[in-house]
């Protein structure tokens, strides 16, 4: 299994950078590998289940997860089937003056030994660049 955590203050609120992270069928717009998402059920009011679909070079594939919003403070994402043996991804919001600290961490393997191979090659410059990816699109949206 890779994990990967990062910490940073950005100059956001705790709010923006919540709704940011919570707009999951916004991502297809800013995450480089994220080619479709779409929310297909819920469970209740602060937990829902988004399917994405994902895809590099010749490989494209879709997986289930569960996504719980704690306002404002967290937001945590678990996948349920697909391409995943386990996906957990936490972000933190943390108010700090002129800003947020935030946190994020995300630990994964994928069923198949070759995705499990290929991806944990670049597995930490991905993870880096998808904390990048959401740092330009808050400064898009909140400048």
């Not at 403070?73 to 919001?93: A, D, N, Q």
Request: hydrophobic content about 40%; glycine content about 6%; some cysteine.
């Amino acid at each position: 299994m890779k994990v990967y955590s990062e910490s940073r203050f950005l100059p956001f609120t705790p709010e923006q950078m919540f709704d940011l992270v919570a707009d999951v069928p916004s991502y297809p717009k800013f995450l480089p590998w994220c080619l479709s998402t779409r929310v297909v059920g819920r469970e209740g009011e602060n937990v829902f289940l988004s399917e994405m679909e994902i895809g590099f070079k010749m490989m494209r594939e879709r997986y289930t997860s569960r996504v719980t919003l704690r306002r404002p403070g967290e937001i945590e994402v678990e996948s349920l089937e697909g391409i995943f043996k386990e996906l957990h991804t936490v972000w933190r919001f943390e108010p700090a003056p002129g800003g947020t600290h935030v946190g994020f961490e995300i630990r994964f393997a994928f069923r198949s030994f070759l995705l499990q191979t290929m991806i944990g090659a670049v597995f930490n410059e991905a993870a880096r660049m998808m904390v990048r990816s959401f740092e330009k699109r808050a400064q898009v949206l909140y400048g």
